[in-house]
């Protein structure tokens, strides 16, 4: 599907239900779909850092999550999950979803995200190997994975151990 521009936004409570279908259909299982459910009750959340990607059709065909985690002490944001209508991929929803959700939360004053995702994909938005940076997990992940980025150039990363979120069981 060829790129395309998306109109991006801050998630509503009325697109609760299509980002769970989006999740359900990018993913094969449900546990993604169920840890949104739970990040939206959880201290984690932070409104205006849910963006999604509408088609013309108002369809809402992609979803950038970024929610609170700590690198060491230091409060940063995790972006996860990330996620577009199987019919919508490639077409660019997800990318416009996370270069939106990257600038609300700069403008939101936040400083630091990591991500673990995949190394060819996120480095068009900034991120790199977060343990370049002494950023790591309490779980085993390939190295690549895990990436980090500062949304603000005076402002290094700090090292540390990322501590999610509840919810995510980490």
Known sequence: MAE????????TTADA?????ILLGAFLTAEEANLVDALREDASWIDGLSLVAVAE???????ALLTR???????ALCLAPCAVLPS???????SAAIRAALAAAQEQGEAFVVVLGHPEYYPRFGFDRASAH??????????EALMALSL???????SGVVRYAAPFGI
Do not use: K, M, N
């Not at 603000?152 to 700090?158: G, K, Q, T, V």
């Open 152 to 158: 603000d150039p005076a402002r290094p990363l700090p």
């Open 69 to 75: 985690c700590h690198i060491g002490q230091t409060p």
């Open 4 to 11: 395309q521009t998306w109109h991006t936004r801050p998630e």
């Open 88 to 94: 919508h991929q490639r077409s660019g929803a997800g």
């Open 134 to 143: 002494g950023i790591s997990l309490s779980i085993e992940v390939p190295d």
């Open 17 to 21: 239900p299509a980002i769970r279908e």
């Open 57 to 63: 059709d108002d369809t809402v065909a992609g979803q």
